[in-house]
Each structure stands twice: as C-alpha cells, then as structure tokens.
C-alpha cells in the first residue's frame, strides 16, 4: 500500500493533540493485528474502537495517503508507517530519576518496552538504593554519574519523579547533558530552555478533574 510522505510536517506543525491520536490509532490497528485482521476502514476503525471517522483520515491524510479506494487501510502497513512517525522504529532511550515507589513502578512497566523504549537506568541521590534493582531488573544509578554516563550513551527521554521540591534542579541536569525531552510526574511547572518538550503527567490534577466531574453529576442529580 502506498504510503507518500508529504514531506509537510515538522514538530512545530503537528500539535500534542494530533500526536496522542496517532498514539491511540497505533493501539487499536495493534489490537486489529492481534486479531489476524488484514484491512480496516476509517468507518470500521472507528465503530470498533469508538473514535471519529473524519477525524481518522484528517489525521492520516497530513502525513500522506495510506488509504486503498475499495479497500481501506493495511493494517501491518499502517502500523509501520504510524510508528515511523511517531519515532517507534528506532529504540528510545530512556532515564528515570527517582527510585521511589513511582519510578521503581514506571521502569517495570512491560508496555515501554513493547513499544521499544528501552529504560536504561533508575537514577537516585540516596547513597543506599545505589546499585540495587527493581523487581523487573532495572539498575539504580548515583545520580551523580548521569553526566558521565550520558557522555557514553545519550539518553532521549528522562522520566522525572523525584519530589517536587528536587524537580527543578533534576531537570536542569538532564537539560544540560543534552536531553531534550521530560516526561514530568512531579507537581508544579517547569522552566525549560526552547527545544527541549515538557510534559507533565500530574497525578493529583487528573483526580481533582475526576472529582469535579463526579460533583457536577451529583449537582445536575439534584437539580
């Protein structure tokens, strides 16, 4: 199936948005191909997976013509094609600082490494958690030998999730070691020079957001 890059895009031009769709569509032609199924429509993809049909092939339509008139997508081509774009077909690199009970969590989370995020290291300023390993087998680091270790091996994405207080200084390090990407679970906003993408991943927030939500229901209830 032919799959013309347009050759139109860049960071700046592609919003958070349109990349999580990308994300979401990976999921469901993943789950497609579990399934042996060869071709899907748009319309299909979306009654299935309860998304937008439109939306689908606006999405896809800016990055090329992946479709077949009669047919609809390749499942296994559009997969490719998708993880293509979204950087999947080369292994991503990743740091996580903070060997708490949530770092240790995220570097054992067996979806990263499906997709091939490769978790190289906990990193932790706690002199005792030094050389030990999570359950999955992910060794925790001085934080201290970041720099000389980013020197050997870059990393593209740092996971951050020490306390909040620490935050700052962390991604400040990381930063200046040349990474350009954060993936922040501490509280607060964080200053980042231009170039390099933040996003934050706040816990509380998104249960305070559950919470209105849960009160507006019981108010309209009462209404």
Same mark, same amino acid.
């Given at each position: 199936?032919?799959?013309?890059?347009?050759?139109?895009?860049?960071?700046?031009?592609?919003?958070?948005?349109?990349?999580?769709?990308?994300?979401? /569509?990976?999921?469901?032609?993943?789950?497609?191909?579990?399934?042996?199924?060869?071709?899907?429509?748009?319309?299909?993809?979306?009654?299935?997976?309860?998304?937008?049909?439109?939306?689908?092939?606006?999405?896809?339509?800016?990055?090329?013509?992946?479709?077949?008139?009669?047919?609809?997508?390749? +499942?296994?081509?559009?997969?490719?094609?998708?993880?293509?774009?979204?950087?999947?077909?080369?292994?991503?690199? *990743?740091?996580?600082?903070?060997?708490?009970?949530?770092?240790?969590?995220?570097?054992? /989370?067996?979806? &990263? =490494?499906?997709?091939?995020? +490769?978790?190289?290291?906990? &990193?932790?300023?706690?002199?005792?958690? *030094?050389?030990?390993?999570?359950?999955?087998?992910?060794?925790?680091?001085?934080?201290?030998?970041?720099?000389?270790? *980013?020197?050997?091996?870059?990393?593209?994405?740092?996971?951050?999730?020490?306390?909040?207080?620490?935050?700052?200084?962390?991604?400040?390090?990381?930063?200046?070691?040349? *990474? =350009?990407? +954060?993936?922040?679970?501490?509280?607060?906003?964080?200053?980042?020079?231009?170039?390099?993408?933040?996003?934050?991943?706040?816990?509380?927030?998104?249960?305070?957001?559950?919470?209105?939500?849960?009160?507006?229901?019981?108010?309209?209830?009462?209404?």
């Amino acid at each position: 199936m032919p799959g013309r890059n347009k050759g139109k895009f860049g960071n700046d031009q592609v919003s958070e948005l349109t990349a999580g769709r990308l994300s979401v /569509y990976l999921r469901c032609l993943n789950a497609l191909d579990d399934e042996g199924t060869k071709t899907v429509s748009s319309k299909a993809l979306a009654e299935q997976f309860h998304l937008n049909a439109a939306q689908i092939r606006k999405d896809l339509a800016y990055f090329g013509e992946f479709g077949v008139r009669g047919v609809g997508y390749y +499942v296994k081509e559009l997969k490719r094609h998708l993880r293509q774009i979204l950087g999947l077909d080369r292994t991503v690199r *990743v740091g996580i600082f903070g060997a708490g009970n949530l770092g240790m969590a995220l570097a054992d /989370y067996p979806g &990263f =490494r499906r997709e091939g995020f +490769v978790i190289v290291g906990l &990193f932790d300023a706690a002199k005792a958690k *030094v050389g030990q390993q999570s359950r999955g087998g992910v060794r925790i680091f001085d934080v201290a030998d970041f720099k000389k270790m *980013v020197k050997k091996e870059p990393i593209d994405i740092a996971v951050v999730a020490v306390p909040a207080a620490a935050a700052q200084s962390v991604v400040d390090e990381v930063v200046s070691c040349g *990474v =350009r990407a +954060v993936l922040n679970f501490s509280p607060g906003t964080l200053k980042v020079p231009a170039g390099v993408r933040v996003k934050n991943m706040d816990l509380t927030v998104s249960m305070e957001s559950l919470s209105f939500f849960l009160a507006r229901g019981d108010a309209d209830g009462r209404a």
